[in-house]
């Protein structure tokens, strides 16, 4: 069965520190998310991505964010100056067109630390 | 901003006991997705639901739209240790982008 998938799983950054984070969708959804889940709370949306640009963003997608599709098949999000509250699970997100379905399939995640 | 309360935010039964979840939005809705999140997992798709007043069951679980498309529910009859998990409704925009608005979900632990 197709699933997206997230590398890395853990990740531990300094405070300031640059990091990216990366998804791989699933091959034939032109839909592309991220969220991100504070633990033990609700997943918040960050980003929605279609035709090559940013769809939508919530007020937690500052300029601190960035999101690209470098290829055919990758998905980043990139923190440019990570903050101690950045900490999270990250999870990306793809799904069909809303014609066909609207069921968004989940990556594993990333869990980011920032210390 | 759309709001998306789920109530309650934990419930612990017993096995074999039902469970009930309750969805409300603050506004009217034009679907609803369900998700499971298990304890360290990734959120999964449950099912949608978009017409108002529409029922689906998917064996022991039973998903709800209310008549006015402000609230959903997802009852487990008979809960198994399978069912351990935080359920998550979520409206899908209908602005095109599919992002999804999580309530706050509810954690359900069972006892054995």
């Known amino acids: 069965e197709p699933e997206v998938t997230q590398t890395p799983s853990h990740q531990v950054t300094q405070m300031g520190q640059e990091v990216i984070l990366r998804c791989v969708p699933i091959s034939n959804h032109l839909y592309f998310y991220w969220y991100r889940q504070i633990l033990g709370q609700k997943v918040e949306f960050l980003v929605s991505f279609y035709n090559n640009e940013i769809s939508e963003k919530s007020e937690i997608f500052d300029d601190q964010f960035s999101v690209e599709r470098p290829d055919g098949s990758n998905f980043t999000l990139k923190i440019r100056s990570t903050k101690l509250e950045d900490s999270a699970m990250y999870f990306c997100?793809?799904?069909?067109?809303?014609?066909?379905?609207?069921?968004?399939?989940f990556g594993q995640g990333t869990r980011l630390t920032v210390v | 901003g759309q709001q998306v309360m789920q109530i309650p935010q934990y419930q612990h039964v017993q096995e074999g006991e039902d469970f009930t979840t309750y969805c409300n939005s603050s506004?009217?809705?034009?679907?609803i997705q369900w998700y499971k999140q298990r304890p360290g997992g990734h959120p999964v798709f449950l099912i949608q639901l978009v017409k108002s007043g529409e029922v689906k069951k998917q064996k022991r679980l039973t998903f709800q739209f209310g008549e006015a498309k402000k609230n959903s529910s997802l009852h487990i009859t008979a809960t198994q240790t399978t069912d351990v998990g935080t359920y998550f409704c979520a409206p899908a925009s209908n602005f095109g982008n599919e992002k999804l608005t999580f309530g706050t979900g509810t954690r359900l632990t069972i006892i054995p």
């Open positions: 506004t009217t809705l034009s679907n």
């Open positions: 997100a793809s799904s069909d067109p809303p014609s066909r379905s609207r069921e968004a399939f």
